[in-house]
């Protein structure tokens, strides 16, 4: 019993070690990083979160460039204060990232369906023809999934935007789904109808335009990199093959 007793106190004393150990830095302290590192301080960069470790700080950036903006990782050494932009990996070979936000992802889901105990994540563009191919490929073979759905229209694909409207004026996750189906499984262009000017950038409605910013900033806090992109319950980035595989056992 003793010895029982004993390992549960170790265990305990471990995690509350384990979490002494990184610590999420306070907002008021970010500015004080700022100034560690010169290129901290370029105006196009800014310090959106830190979480402090023994010897250096994890830096979550946001990079804003004419083309957007881009989530990177960043490690700022506490004694030299030289900057590390890029990727880096434990002993054990685990990449060392920021923790994601559930919730900036979860406000970007335009509507779920499925009823499976697994949930993933689907950030897709409704005219993005890869898009189209893994909603024909994986069509009735997601049963074993809860599936939330973030669309996101692609800059260059000039016809998504409305689409991508159309959709969203379906009055319920249902009704939403079937809209997204469609467009990506029937190639339907009850969307043209949103259209008034095919030679001017569409614009979006109110509602719409403050979906597409939660979509955005989903696909920011999820470090998306192309069209579709899947991800479990837990944010890790999933490949097409680790979702449909699952079915053909």
Same mark, same amino acid.
């Given at each position: 019993?003793?010895?029982?007793?004993?390992?549960?106190?170790?265990? &305990?004393?471990?995690?509350?070690?384990?979490?002494?150990?990184?610590?999420?830095?306070?907002?008021?302290?970010?500015?004080?990083?700022?100034?560690?590192?010169? &290129?901290?301080?370029?105006?196009?960069?800014?310090?959106?979160?830190?979480?402090?470790?023994?010897?250096?700080?994890?830096?979550?950036?946001?990079?804003?460039?004419?083309?957007?903006?881009?989530?990177?990782?960043?490690?700022?050494?506490?004694?030299?204060?030289?900057?590390?932009?890029?990727?880096?990996?434990?002993?054990?070979?685990?990449?060392?990232?920021?923790?994601?936000?559930?919730?900036?992802?979860?406000?970007? &889901?335009?509507?779920?369906?499925?009823?499976?105990?697994?949930?993933?994540?689907?950030?897709?563009?409704?005219?993005?023809?890869?898009?189209?191919?893994?909603?024909?490929?994986?069509?009735?073979?997601?049963?074993?999934?809860?599936?939330?759905?973030?669309?996101?229209?692609?800059?260059?694909?000039?016809?998504?935007?409305?689409?991508?409207?159309?959709?969203?004026?379906?009055?319920?996750?249902?009704?939403?789904?079937?809209?997204?189906?469609?467009?990506?499984?029937?190639?339907?262009?009850?969307?043209?109808?949103?259209?008034?000017?095919?030679?001017?950038?569409?614009?979006?409605?109110?509602?719409?335009?403050?979906?597409?910013?939660?979509?955005?900033?989903?696909?920011?806090?999820?470090?998306?990199?192309?069209?579709?992109?899947?991800?479990?319950?837990?944010?890790?980035?999933?490949?097409?093959?680790?979702?449909?595989?699952?079915?053909?056992?």
């Amino acid at each position: 019993m003793r010895q029982i007793i004993f390992a549960l106190t170790a265990i &305990v004393m471990l995690n509350s070690i384990l979490i002494a150990t990184e610590t999420v830095v306070d907002a008021a302290k970010l500015p004080d990083l700022k100034k560690m590192n010169a &290129v901290l301080q370029d105006p196009a960069l800014t310090i959106k979160g830190a979480i402090e470790k023994p010897e250096s700080y994890i830096l979550r950036l946001v990079a804003k460039s004419p083309r957007g903006s881009q989530n990177i990782t960043a490690f700022l050494n506490k004694k030299t204060s030289e900057l590390y932009i890029g990727t880096a990996y434990d002993k054990k070979g685990k990449i060392i990232e920021f923790p994601k936000d559930p919730k900036i992802v979860k406000e970007g &889901v335009a509507f779920t369906y499925g009823t499976g105990k697994k949930e993933i994540y689907l950030i897709t563009d409704p005219e993005c023809p890869y898009c189209s191919r893994f909603e024909k490929t994986s069509n009735g073979k997601l049963d074993d999934y809860t599936v939330h759905v973030i669309l996101f229209p692609l800059s260059f694909h000039k016809k998504s935007p409305a689409m991508t409207e159309w959709i969203m004026m379906g009055k319920d996750d249902a009704q939403k789904r079937a809209r997204f189906e469609e467009v990506m499984l029937k190639g339907s262009k009850k969307y043209t109808e949103l259209i008034k000017d095919a030679k001017k950038p569409f614009v979006y409605s109110t509602e719409a335009q403050t979906y597409i910013k939660k979509s955005e900033e989903a696909a920011r806090e999820l470090n998306m990199r192309g069209t579709p992109a899947l991800y479990d319950a837990e944010l890790n980035s999933l490949s097409q093959g680790e979702i449909l595989k699952v079915q053909k056992k």
